[in-house]
């Protein structure tokens, strides 16, 4: 059976380019969202036409989502001929912006030898066609299966997920008596599963002080030199405490299994003029200086412990430092989150990939957080892991690719992942 599964994907290889280069050029930049209806719809127009019920949803109310830039969903589902597990692939279709150093046309899809260029074709449009061909080869292959097979391309991962997945788990659409098994085909090597994710804790701190003559610092209160006291706070006692520490999460690369915090923006005194503008800035001492920061934090250490030291830092400066006032606003949080190596979903795929690779598959965890976040937190359903074609690395990078190769063995470990866990 496997050997006719095979063959059929095999057969898919000039429909899997196509279809992966039809992706690309819909340029689904986030931000803003552009064209997350045309990418729905198009995915849409293929499955209908190859059994499958699909519904487009708009997360209504979201974040981000406008009347100029819905943020649309596509949910596809193909039921088979007797009750079962139902197995979802769950891939976002939004891209990040192109950036400068582009070779290639960022939207043009050149395959050049085994190579797909253009965003997204790494992350994660190769891994959604991928799913794609593998749902559609197998249901060929195997129509008399049990359960059923969805397939969804989500809103916004890009930017927190808000709009796509976490809406979706939030209206019962991951719900666990709804949906068993949860494959994400995020670009994580062909050979790899990611069990899960590190944690993320984003606030904006703001020191104040007060605005005076440039020419008289003494007559105000400077807020840029209290975010210096801050950042220097940081470098002193912050990273090197987060550095100390190491996590048994299988977290790749090796540098992401301590903790770490990216200084994200700094924002200080008068704020930047216009291009156009060809004055001279004015002579004040400025009494606002704001900092993001971007705390990636482990499955070993609690979100209140991690906000909990920055702001004990930060009092610790207001205590022993003149005038030092501050405001810490948190912008968002994501827990940790780990599906175990025994779940069901994980053995299916390391047998899948034994069976077409011939390796043991290796196990990981990824630096930053994906959509698994909401499928675990909101959706209440753990089964769920990341596992799809592309070298992480060249995710959000100028002239990035997927390999055809590397698609292809990974539609056939998502077919023979369907065909254990849906044939009798």
């Known amino acids: 059976?496997?050997?006719?599964?095979?063959?059929?994907?095999d057969d898919r290889r000039d429909d899997l380019i196509a279809l992966t280069q039809e992706l690309i050029r819909i340029p689904t930049l986030n931000p803003p969202g552009q064209h997350y209806r045309a990418i729905c719809e198009a995915l849409e127009r293929r499955l209908s036409a190859r059994g499958?019920?699909?519904?487009?949803v708009r997360a209504t109310g979201a974040p981000g989502d406008s009347d100029r830039y819905p943020r649309w969903n596509l949910v596809a589902r193909r039921e088979g001929t007797r009750p079962g597990d139902c197995v979802h692939f769950n891939s976002h279709h939004d891209v990040v912006e192109v950036g400068q150093g582009w070779t290639r046309d960022p939207f043009g899809a050149e395959l050049d030898g085994d190579r797909i260029y253009g965003r997204g074709a790494c992350d994660m449009k190769g891994g959604l066609a991928a799913s794609v061909i593998a749902a559609e080869a197998f249901v060929d292959t195997h129509p008399e299966f049990a359960g059923a097979i969805e397939i969804s391309a989500t809103a916004d991962e890009e930017s927190g997920g808000y709009g796509g997945v976490a809406y979706l788990a939030e209206q019962g659409w991951f719900a666990p008596e709804r949906v068993q098994h949860v494959i994400i085909p995020e670009p994580l090597n062909k050979d790899?599963?990611?069990?899960?994710?590190?944690?993320?804790?984003?606030?904006?701190?703001?020191?104040?002080?007060?605005?005076?003559?440039?020419?008289?610092?003494?007559?105000?209160?400077?807020?840029?030199?209290?975010?210096?006291a801050v950042l220097h706070a940081f470098e002193e006692r912050l990273f090197p405490a987060m550095a100390a520490r190491q996590t048994a999460m299988p977290v790749t690369p090796e540098g992401a299994r301590s903790s770490t915090m990216n200084i994200n923006s700094v924002h200080g005194g008068e704020p930047e003029q216009a291009e156009d503008y060809t004055g001279l800035p004015a002579n004040c001492v400025p009494d606002s200086c704001r900092i993001v920061i971007d705390r990636r934090f482990l499955m070993e250490e609690p979100l209140e412990q991690v906000r909990g030291e920055v702001i004990a830092l930060l009092d610790d400066l207001a205590d022993r430092r003149e005038n030092f006032r501050y405001e810490i606003r948190d912008l968002n949080s994501v827990i940790p989150s780990m599906t175990p190596q025994d779940a069901p979903v994980v053995t299916t795929v390391a047998g899948a990939i034994r069976d077409v690779l011939g390796q043991d598959a290796a196990y990981v965890a990824s630096p930053g957080s994906y959509d698994q976040k909401h499928i675990d937190r909101i959706g209440k359903l753990k089964n769920c892991i990341a596992y799809g074609p592309g070298i992480l690395e060249l995710a959000h990078k100028p002239d990035e690719w997927v390999s055809v190769t590397d698609m292809l063995d990974s539609a056939r470990v998502m077919g023979r992942s369907l065909e254990r866990l849906l044939l009798p």
């Open 52 to 56: 499958f019920s699909c519904e487009l």
């Open 192 to 228: 790899r599963i990611c069990l899960g994710h590190r944690g993320g804790w984003w606030a904006e701190i703001e020191t104040k002080g007060e605005i005076a003559h440039g020419s008289m610092p003494f007559l105000g209160d400077c807020a840029v030199r209290h975010m210096g």
């Open 1 to 9: 059976m496997t050997d006719a599964l095979f063959a059929r994907i």
